[in-house]
DNA sequence: AGATACGCGACTGTTCAACAATCCCACAAG
DNA sequence: CTTGTGGGATTGTTGAACAGTCGCGTATCT
């Protein structure tokens, strides 16, 4: 009986059981994009393993994952601590979402319905949640419609990308204090975009979603230039 | 005194001096970039450990390190492994190298001289490395190349995934068995390129280097197929 | 003979404790 | 105000220990 057959073969993360370093590395980084841990904030390593019962290296290793995922700042001798993003990463971030989502869009296959199914249902998630006034899961429905678009490219290499420029934002939308003002705008453009897509208007969608990003990008930065002013 | 003043904040990473982890992690991928370690190779533990005397912890970091750049394959309680680059691994990184080298050929800026020239120096790097028949130099600096067209966007992140990249693809291009055969026509390809940027020809370059990408792709694809039927 | 079950050795996953190296901070001296 | 000089705290690295798992050869059964 083969893989083929059976279908289980996408069922092997579940069984390849995660280490415990990958756990703590979970909890830790829900902490820190949940805002508990601020940017700034130093890990000390003997604290946290006496609170989670673990060890030092088994810490260190979760260390080392977040730190890849520059979630983390880590620095010899000095440890690890919340990374805290300056301007210049906010602007290198949207670099990187542009080139990335807007080829993503570019190269968009019209026939590909699953992929276009995943993109509605986020902006459909976002519409319904904006509608309850539930601005968190609205930014949440955001993050995956954006996700969405990437993995039009079918490109696990990018889908992984973007998942890391992703958790990195969310280190600066809490700069955002009002996020209904933040999010409500976009919700419309979500919705024209993926109109466009579902048009064949690849170009009109790609230039539509490049003015959304430096948007966005400029609403951020003046954010982040204004709370620098004073701190 | 401030760094603006003494410029030395550049310097900074010369000082803090690498961890253990990470000199073994260089020592590794060098050998495994140049085709020491074959891919398939599974890296043994206690082996290593033993001839760079060096703890199994440490190693294990280092194993972590190169496990992210894609280069080793890590299977709970089999080990570290060289990764077998699949046709698909490849294709996904051809798929990467569209988006982000295009992507930084796109927003190019004719102003920018020193990005070009950085570029130009590479293609003649190449050039000259053929005229004296070192086609290993030649690949060498077909990569400088590449990584210095998308150096253009001047994006950190995008300079790093691009490193891990063509990290990746040296793996792939050790089953080209005749690097001139594989590497010559680029050549003056390369060299029209960095012409029709000078000029100003932003989609002309464009068009180019998607082309250009598309073939070697092809060239890899085959490659490998071929490879694949008599093991 | 062929398939299944068992057991052994080798290797990896994880943790712990110890020591060396480095940083941070307070304090003293010039 | 700047420049040494401690000591305490924290991190970097190592070695050893133990449990869990895999690979493989041998034995057993039908």
Redesign the pocket.
Known sequence: MSDAVTGLAADRALLDRT???ERVADILRTRIIEGYFPPGT?????TIVKELG?????L?EAFRLLTHERLLM?E????ASVRKLTIEDVVDLYRVRKAVECAAVRQLDPADHAGIDRIEQAVADGERAAESGDWSHVGTANLRYHQAIVALAESPRLDDLMRGVLAELRLVFHVMADPRRFYEPYLARNREIITRMKAGDVAGADTMLAEYLADAERQLVEAYASKAAQP
Chains 1, 2 share one sequence.
């Open positions: 280490s415990t370093a130093r890990l000390s390593e003997l673990i060890s030092r290296n088994t260190r880590h010899m001798h000095r440890g």
